[in-house]
């Protein structure tokens, strides 16, 4: 019998919709018992955010002036402490879980399943390696506790209209005070979330400039979609690091992808493979990215983005 | 002696598209390049400059791994490590066991600061760092693009999805980096033939008492599934069009 432990993922007042895919991943195990963990310093609004997830059996929260941030090392000690008597305990695979969980597995003694892209039995999961060029299928042994981190492009959010419990719990363990936060900074774009967005709107190098990617910024506007970004366009200073996407920024799923001057380095690609329908736009006409495209355009984005920004609004 | 460890793992050149053995054991890695995984280049680069503003007297350079991962712990000692250790295996050691390895050099070595790289290329884990950090109970920054090493304390900028998240540190502390921290300098032959008469010390993984194997049975390793080939479009209108047909404008 399973008994699984998701870490929820949240900011203080909202659940992170990872969350939700860890527990449609959970639910792949037949008979899992899941419930929900949030640690916060008042985690009575997430936690009933949680215990609306379809699927979800009970909602432990843990009060505690420690978690106004998410750091690893103070969350990880209360993680461990909260898993006993579970068989499974896992985390999305978005910064904030990969941050965490292999710290909790250090502290359980056992090895970490990262990224499961697919559950092929409670103890056997697939999962990519080489950037994606090759899905691994591994077991964990049986006796082990299972420390997972789920790649969240590649589930669903779980369904809404559960009634779990709501469970206020302690972890009594010493919390360290060696790590301590001192600020975020972030776009508010009020664009829609890039890992969440259903339309994905990216442009590279080839826009050539900060200015330049405001035409990225425009088409996306108008066919409400996020906004997101290759490594070298971010490293070019055009966008800030979190809109890039790839093997070491976001890996996302959208129904519609459109890379623009991206040529597909097989890191991007990494990024992007989830996508229902993927739109390459690029001049040269033998850009790897086409390879992987649904719809193939080669012209000169200059010309193109305005065409067809004109022809989307008409 | 104000000491840094950093972790070089020797793995398939990122330049390398791998391919799936056809036995579905893992992926073919004869006669293919091999390089330092590029985030412990960039791990190593950075212990480098640290040293170099007078905040570090020695780097050492710590890889597991088969002999010839003598090759990428040279490169490293090339580019400025003072000193190497191979810990010499065959087996491919898991994140934990080398997490439990690194504990043990930390008691013998003694650093303010282990710099790792924060995923390698190869099994692309991410874990080695995080699980370091617990089993010695310091603090841990993970996917580092700014490091400042001040009176015991380091002040650290992380990528996060939300943007960038600083957070202060007491050393010695655990980090992982990430891409844009630095830029790994070229090594310079004279640094090739220089790095051939530093200490270079191999120790065998049987020392260190921990499990070979890893903990989990590798099933099967399958090729990536493949997208269907797509249709070109010759200009804006036929584009248009196509999304239209889809349903997804």
């Excluded at chain 1, 195990?29 to 949680?50: P, S």
């Excluded at chain 2, 191979?86 to 303010?112: G, H, M, N, W, Y």
Aim: proline share 6%; with cysteine.
């Amino acid at each position: 019998m399973s008994r699984i432990l998701i870490v929820a993922e949240h900011d203080g007042t909202r659940l992170n919709p990872s969350t939700s895919k860890c527990v449609t991943c959970a639910a792949k195990i037949a008979g899992a018992d899941i419930d929900v963990l949030v640690l916060a310093v008042d985690g009575a609004a997430v936690a009933a955010q949680a215990a609306k997830i379809s699927g979800v059996g009970k909602v432990l929260v843990a009060n505690n002036a420690a978690n106004v941030e998410p750091i690893a090392a103070v969350l990880a000690p209360q993680v461990a402490k909260l898993s006993a008597g579970y068989s499974h305990v896992f985390g999305p695979s978005t910064t904030f879980g990969k941050d965490l969980m292999p710290r909790v597995a250090a502290l359980l003694g056992v090895g970490q399943v990262s990224d499961i892209m697919a559950v092929d039995g409670p103890h056997t999961f697939k999962r990519p390696i080489y950037a994606g060029n090759a899905v691994l299928t591994v077991e964990v042994p049986a006796d082990a506790t299972v420390v997972a981190t789920v790649r969240v492009a590649s589930f669903e959010a779980a369904a809404e209209g559960g009634g779990a419990a709501v469970e206020n719990v302690t972890a009594d363990v010493p919390l360290p005070s060696h790590t301590r936060f001192v600020s975020r900074s972030g776009a508010t774009s009020g664009r829609p979330d890039l890992q969440t967005a259903s339309r994905v709107v990216a442009g590279g190098r080839a826009l050539g400039s900060a200015d330049g990617f405001k035409l990225i910024f425009s088409l996306a506007d108008r066919m409400g979609a996020a906004v997101g970004a290759s490594r070298a366009a971010v490293d070019a200073g055009y966008v800030p690091n979190d809109l890039q996407i790839g093997q070491t920024g976001k890996i996302i799923a959208p129904e519609l992808y459109i890379a623009i001057g991206i040529s597909g380095a097989i890191q991007h690609m990494t990024g992007i493979k989830d996508a229902r329908t993927i739109v390459a736009i690029n001049k040269d006409g033998e850009a790897p990215i086409f390879e992987a495209a649904d719809i193939g355009l080669v012209g000169d984005l200059f010309t193109v983005l305005p065409e067809l920004e004109k022809q989307l609004s008409g | 002696m104000r000491r840094i460890m950093v972790g070089v793992k020797r793995v398939v050149d990122y330049n390398v598209r791998v391919r799936v053995k056809s036995d579905n054991t893992g992926v073919m890695t004869d006669g293919v390049k091999m390089s330092i995984n590029p985030f412990d280049e960039i791990a190593l680069e950075e212990a480098l400059r640290i040293k170099e503003k007078g905040l570090a007297d020695e780097v050492v350079a710590v890889g597991i791994g088969p002999g010839d991962a003598q090759q990428q712990l040279r490169t490293a000692l090339a580019m400025g490590a003072d000193r190497a250790i191979l810990v010499q295996t065959d087996a491919v050691v898991p994140p934990l066991s080398v997490a439990k390895i690194f504990r043990q050099l930390i008691d013998k070595e003694q650093p303010f600061l282990v710099l790792l790289g924060k995923q390698a290329i190869d099994d692309d884990n991410g874990q080695a760092p995080q699980m370091l950090a617990a089993l010695w109970d310091r603090p841990q920054a993970v996917s580092c693009s700014k490091v400042e090493i001040t009176d015991g304390k380091a002040t650290v900028t992380r990528e996060v999805d939300a943007g960038l998240e600083v957070l202060e540190l007491d050393l010695p502390a655990v980090m992982s980096v990430d891409l844009r921290l630095n830029e790994p300098r070229y090594v310079k032959l004279p640094d090739i033939m220089k790095a051939k008469k530093k200490p270079l010390d191999t120790m065998s993984l049987a020392d260190f008492g921990v499990p070979e194997t890893a903990p989990f049975k590798v099933v099967r390793v399958d090729p990536p599934p493949q997208r269907s080939k797509g249709v070109m479009v010759k200009d804006v209108a036929e584009l248009v069009d196509a999304l239209k047909k889809k349903g997804l404008v």
